[in-house]
């Protein structure tokens, strides 16, 4: 009697219990990537938008310390709203509009995003403006013309190629007031240790556009920097940078070679009457400041408010999803256990009923039912053979050992007399018996996997002619004649063409031996048996042909059954012991090789060895 199941080892509710943590499993992982991938992508969105915002700012700050007024900056705001798909909007600081990217009167956001002021500027995104405020690109009168800019730009390659001759590798780069300069390898301008033959000072000599504006710079310094204290107008025009960096850095770090005596905060002082300076000589070349204004006014950064009722909204989805999971997993558990069940019943019956299942699927379940089928069908054929067998095992040992007994027991009782005949008659008995016991244990060390071959090399026309010869006497008695043929073509590798195969010779003998025999006692007298061999591609091929009386087509599947004979009337001392054929195959197989038949009445067969050539 077969123990119930345990619940819990149950396939239905292992399924079930698989489901559900799948399910929530998947459910969980689903709710957590939607936030992880919401929140990544509303990063990434704040981060592009704040990068717009600077970019947009940065533009437009340009603009305004290149322009001395906004009339033309319409076209670069449409461009800039286009690129970024942002309203745009610039109004002077009493919201009196100056360009608005959108076509018609809509409202402005309730704040302003940034002020564009080029003198005073919010985005640091060009150097220069981290110190002073002042846009890097507002040079107002220091803009050199063409002539002096190219001049300069000669003086800066004069000085490059001074550079490299003394084994100082520089570039030149323009600033944006069109003087050039150079720049090392890490992009500090003017920088580094200056080789002494290239320190003559004319690169940064100011030019006469220079000079000017250095001069008016001067005079809006001057009264600023008396105050200060020290001596810094009579240096300043003298030492000033020219390349749009501080103004006063060159003094600064070359102060204590003049012999100033300054302190921290003078120069720090200084330095804010050169920044305002810079900013009142800026003003007329420069932009008026002015008021940005970004998108609709819901520039506000989005977020997720998870009220009561989206919890309940979430937490009812994933129990939808949960038991959706659960009733589709028992349904289909359900249709899959049925079958299983259905299985195990038909597993459990007798041996001897063979009871088949309903296929009624065409999935894993169906196929394992097929494969279950098949294996009953097969092992109902087994029984059948292992019954057919064993009797006509017992009806072939049956009859030499009656003969055997019978002529003993009346040799016993005196009635023959032991003379030569009649023990020739009861040796014949003896080897018929021993033949059939030899063909059975060959089939059963076949079919146990324990027939053991010794490989050697051997030539196919030496075997043909050595199993000629075992059985030329048996022939010449019959009347048939015997031939052998050796296929000489090109890719033989005997001597005289003859091909080799690596092979047990006793076995291979004895298989083509069972052959021959099976040939001469089916072929009349004046017929002939021809033996030959030839390579064919990656095989060895063997063929016995006679002239004999042939098999029906309808037998021909039957050929290679153990006990099967064509002509049923023969007896077991005439016909054989039904095995050889059989032997054949098994031998043929255990070389890796097949055997195949081919026949028609009245004409021969042709029973065909191909083994593989093992060289």
């Not at 399924?15 to 509303?42: D, F, G, K, Y």
């Not at 302190?263 to 940005?292: G, H, I, M, S, W």
């Not at 506000?300 to 589709?328: E, I, Q, R, W, Y």
């Not at 009782?413 to 009649?422: K, R, T």
Request: hydrophobic share 40%; with cysteine.
């Amino acid at each position: 009697m077969t123990r119930p199941i345990p619940l819990r080892k149950r396939l239905l509710v292992r399924l079930l219990i698989t489901s559900v943590l799948i399910a929530s499993c998947s459910v969980a992982a689903t709710a957590w990537l939607a936030v992880e991938t919401t929140t990544r992508a509303i990063q990434e969105e704040q981060g592009q938008v704040l990068t717009e915002d600077m970019d947009i700012l940065r533009q437009l700050s340009g603009y305004a310390a290149t322009h001395r007024d906004w009339s033309g900056v319409g076209k670069t705001v449409r461009a800039l709203s286009d690129r970024t798909g942002r309203r745009i909007a610039l109004t002077a600081p009493d919201r009196t509009p100056i360009a608005d990217s959108e076509t018609r009167d809509t409202a402005l956001p309730p704040r302003a995003a940034a002020a564009v002021d080029p003198l005073h500027t919010d985005t640091f995104t060009e150097p220069g403006a981290q110190r002073t405020g002042i846009d890097p690109r507002a040079v107002g009168p220091f803009r050199l013309p063409r002539v002096e800019r190219e001049r300069v730009r000669m003086l800066a390659e004069k000085r490059r190629a001074c550079f490299s001759s003394n084994g100082v590798e520089t570039g030149i780069t323009q600033m944006p007031s069109g003087r050039s300069v150079l720049i090392d390898e890490d992009g500090t301008v003017d920088g580094g240790q200056v080789p002494t033959p290239c320190a003559d000072g004319v690169l940064n000599t100011p030019t006469a556009t220079e000079e000017k504006a250095l001069a008016e710079l001067n005079t809006y310094a001057g009264d600023c920097l008396e105050h200060v204290g020290g001596k810094f107008p009579s240096l300043f025009a003298a030492m000033v940078d020219f390349t749009d960096r501080s103004m006063l850095t060159r003094y600064l770090g070359r102060k204590a070679e003049t012999g100033i005596d300054t302190t921290r905060d003078q120069d720090k002082k200084a330095q804010e009457c050169v920044d305002r300076a810079r900013r009142q000589q800026l003003e007329p070349y420069v932009a008026p400041a002015a008021e940005l204004f970004l998108g609709r006014g819901d520039s506000a950064v989005p977020h997720f408010d998870m009220s009561a009722a989206n919890k309940a909204k979430v937490t009812g989805v994933a129990g939808l999803v949960l038991a959706l999971t659960v009733a589709v997993t028992v349904l289909v558990a359900t249709r899959l256990v049925r079958p299983l069940r259905a299985l195990t019943h038909a597993a459990q019956q007798p041996p001897e009923q063979h009871v088949r299942v309903p296929v009624t699927t065409q999935d894993e379940t169906g196929i394992l039912a097929v494969a279950f089928n098949d294996l009953t069908e097969r092992r109902e054929r087994m029984e059948a053979q292992r019954k057919a067998m064993v009797a006509d095992i017992a009806h072939e040992l049956r009859t030499p050992l009656t003969n055997i007994r019978g002529w003993l027991e009346v040799t016993r009782d005196g009635v023959v007399d032991p003379d030569p005949e009649l023990l020739a008659s009861l040796h014949d008995e003896a080897v018929v018996l021993q033949r059939v016991i030899d063909d059975l244990q060959d089939l059963a060390a076949a079919d146990a996997g324990t027939l053991r071959l010794h490989r050697e090399p051997v030539r196919a026309d030496e075997l043909l002619e050595q199993v000629v010869a075992a059985h030329r006497v048996a022939a010449e008695a019959a009347g048939v004649r015997l031939h052998t043929a050796v296929d000489g073509s090109k890719g033989s590798d005997g001597p005289d063409g003859a091909p080799w195969l690596d092979a047990d010779p006793v076995r291979m003998r004895q298989a083509l031996g069972n052959l021959l025999s099976n040939a001469i006692r089916h072929t009349p007298a004046d017929g002939t048996i021809t033996l030959s061999s030839r390579r064919q591609d990656d095989e060895v091929v063997f063929e016995v042909a006679d002239t004999g009386s042939g098999i029906a087509p309808e037998d021909l599947p039957s050929v290679f059954d153990r006990f099967w004979r064509a002509e049923k009337s023969r007896s077991r001392r005439t016909g054989g012991s039904g095995l050889g054929l059989s032997i054949v195959r098994q031998l043929v197989t255990a070389h890796g090789g097949t055997v195949t038949v081919t026949s028609e009445l009245g004409t021969g067969s042709v029973f065909t060895l191909r083994l593989p050539d093992t060289r």
